[in-house]
């Protein structure tokens, strides 16, 4: 048998994603460290070149510069645009199922 990996640990929070239940509180927490540790690590190094302008600089780096801005509110933009599009298509099929 192979070794399980524990709750509270990076690979616990991944071992229940493989086993399809929920993370645990401890596992979760788990995580949330390890992104932390991981986004400060980034954030030290700071941005590479021509990483600017895209959404996921502007959270993984924190990168306040105009262009990583506009990248985030650009897809906040189309993001709730979407959700709108999204809500609007069930309630027309509900509509249409009753
Ligand atoms: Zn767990
Ligand atoms: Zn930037």
Not at 63 to 81: D, G, H, P, S, W
């Amino acid at each position: 048998m192979r070794l399980q990996a524990k709750c509270g640990t990076y690979g616990g929070y991944h071992r229940h994603l493989r086993q399809h239940t929920d993370p645990c509180f401890p596992c979760r927490k788990a995580l949330a460290d390890y992104q932390a540790g991981h986004r400060e690590k980034l954030r030290k190094q700071g941005v590479p070149e021509g990483a600017h302008g895209k959404r996921y600089t502007y959270q993984a780096y924190n990168c306040q510069c105009e262009l990583c801005v506009a990248a985030n509110n650009k897809y906040m933009t189309e993001y709730r645009a979407g959700r709108q599009v999204n809500n609007y298509t069930k309630s027309y099929e509900k509509e249409r199922a009753s």
